[in-house]
């Protein structure tokens, strides 16, 4: 997901730009505000951190840029691609460490696990907003 300040800030043709160059496929593609009820339940497993209600106010700011991509080890890779929680903490050349400078504008989410893929997957898009498709002209992509 391109949060809202990456959206704001217009980055959000050169964060998609990285994950396509990386070589995964983008099965869905969406901009979209979410309501503050998705926005809990998406991230649910933090409702008990003090940082919650501004986490939820700050993902509910504006749209969002929802990414479904598919590709071998997508989760971890996009996790390294993203880079640290904290954008001063995160490594120059991945998308926090170079375009963010602070924990509660950190630019993009990232799902967790295969797991929580699926899970935000079927959270944040219809199942007709998701395009299995297949490079046919070049099988060695995928
Ligand atoms: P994300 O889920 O957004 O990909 O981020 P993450 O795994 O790197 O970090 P996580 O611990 O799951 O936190 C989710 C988001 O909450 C905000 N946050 N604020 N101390 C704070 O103020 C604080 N800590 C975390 C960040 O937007 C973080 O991405």
Not at 33 to 62: M, N, R, W
Not at 74 to 85: D, E, F, H
Not at 120 to 129: C, G, R, S, T, Y
């Amino acid at each position: 997901m391109i949060k809202p300040d990456g959206v704001q800030r217009g980055l959000v043709g050169e964060i998609i730009s990285r994950f396509e160059k990386k070589g995964f496929t983008l099965i869905g593609l969406k901009l979209y505000t979410c309501s503050s009820e998705l926005a809990k339940e998406h991230y649910k497993d933090l409702s008990s951190k003090p940082f919650f209600p501004k986490l939820v106010e700050y993902i509910t700011s504006g749209p969002v840029v929802c990414l479904a991509l598919k590709g071998p080890g997508v989760v971890a890779s996009a996790r390294k691609l993203i880079g640290a929680t904290n954008p001063l903490q995160a490594e120059p050349g991945t998308i926090r460490g170079d375009l963010g400078i602070e924990t509660g504008r950190n630019v993009v989410h990232g799902s967790d696990s295969p797991e929580n893929g699926e899970r935000e997957i079927a959270l944040w898009f219809k199942e007709d907003e998701v395009c299995e498709w297949e490079p046919s002209m070049m099988p060695w992509l995928r």
